[in-house]
């Protein structure tokens, strides 16, 4: 059976051999030829704001050089991978961690040193042109050698050293494709909002000119005689109410573009917008996946979470650093061996003969004022920390899959009811259009109508983003989310 830290650490190399690969593609993206120009936003025709003074030194977006106007989640992703800070930083972590691997290993490596040395004893010494003179006969010694010092024996400590530090590394590598998986689903979570952004300032739009419609029809009818000029009041209402809510649903939008833009480590003015990959209508219902059993679930997430994964290396790293720090009071056995030549004329350094010498040494701890029993109950309480910290983690998934489980069939369960709700909310305005017409109810039932199914289709608007939300969520509770996008 292979070793799991060699899983680990294989899994670890694909996931950085797929990162390239969305840098790679992310810097294949078509790129425009033109220099960076603010251009207008250009999610409708509207001026931001709609109504008001208009502002489009706020609005106003710049092309940036490889980044295209509008991306899939895919693009979004790869753009990520390459220009997000974040995870420059996660990769800077892991390579770090690499380096307490190297330094453990050279303990058990010998140590070779090369010195050669000249020496001059007595004699006159002449400093700035003033001489001075020791009263001594001069003597000059000469000598070259090569040392090599060889850990023999310690008592494991090095080995527990190296084994802590390679689980330091493993978990490392976990710790980074959680902060991928992190990236992913920072980036959906934006790109959706962003989505639902621009359908909410869309249904805005609709709702205005279905008041604006409304308003027009009770002129024609005061016109007409057949209604009184006050019920004119009634219908500019909710007209005006509709223009508030589309200002407000513009600058919701700008802001949720700002962000889309920020976690993708571009500048927040950077004319960029998410493609829409979600059906609307009687087709969002293909939005709808299977959901595992809670248990099935957790089992899933407790496997697959990198995450949890670092958590576990973690303490398997302080359970070998306070073995190392208990291995301390072993005796410590090295072998020395030197060669060389040392001079034995006195006078002037010369005739060299070899010099050589071969040895062991032993050390015995004998007592170290209590530093070494310092060290092992510090390790040992690191240990208990990391520990503690492993079933806090633990607690942790278990409640994030519970949560994303219920967020997700929640989700999936309010798609199925607004379309109901849609659907009837049509049916009563239809009909209460023609009773109007007809001149059998009033207009403020009219408009509650009117109301009703606007509600409806801001429930189902909002109701087709929780979902693709909430899919995220429960994939990354899961662990399964990485730099790809997730279907429905």
Known sequence: MIPYRFLVVAAAAATLAALSA????????????????????????????????PAPSVSATTVRPGIPP??????????????????????????????????????????????????????????????????????????ISLNVKQLIYDGGKVIAEIHSAKATQTGAADTYERDLQTLAYSVAQAYYSALQAQRATSLAVQVVHQNEVQENLVRAQIRA?????????????PTAQARVALVKAQGAELSSLAAFANVLGLDADTRIRPADDTPAGRAATLLHAPVLPYRTALKRALALRPDYLAAERTVEADQYTLQAQRL??????TATASTGANS???VNGTQFLNANSIGAQISLPIFDQGVTAAYVAQAAAVLDTAEAQLRSAKLGIQLGVRQALVGLVSAQAALGETQAELNTAQEVLKATQAQYRAGVTTLPLLLNAQVGLTQAE???????????????????????????????
Not at 79 to 95: F, G, K
Not at 227 to 237: F, G
Request: net charge positive; proline share 9%; no cysteine.
């Open 458 to 488: 801001t429930d189902r608007l909002n109701a087709v983003y929780a979902l693709r939300q909430a899919q995220q969520t429960y994939a990354y509770a899961l662990g399964e989310s990485d730099l790809m996008p997730a279907g429905p």
């Open 225 to 237: 005689g057949t209604t009184a000029p006050a019920d004119l009041l009634t219908a500019e209402l």
């Open 22 to 53: 969305s840098i790679a593609s992310a810097q294949t993206l078509p790129a425009p030829t033109a220099t960076p120009t603010p251009i207008p936003n250009a999610s409708s025709s509207l001026p931001y704001p709609a109504y008001g003074k």
């Open 70 to 143: 509008r991306v899939t989640l895919a693009q979004s992703l790869a753009i990520a991978a390459a220009s997000s800070p974040v995870l420059a930083a996660a990769r800077a972590n892991y390579r770090l961690a690499q380096v307490p691997v190297n330094l453990a290993k050279s303990a058990i490596f010998p140590s070779v040193t090369g010195q050669a040395s000249i020496t001059r004893t007595g004699g006159a010494l002449v400093f700035g042109g003033s001489s001075f003179r020791s009263g001594q006969r001069a003597f000059v010694s000469k000598g």
């Open 328 to 333: 301390g009071r072993f005796p410590v056995l």
């Open 344 to 346: 034995t004329n006195p």
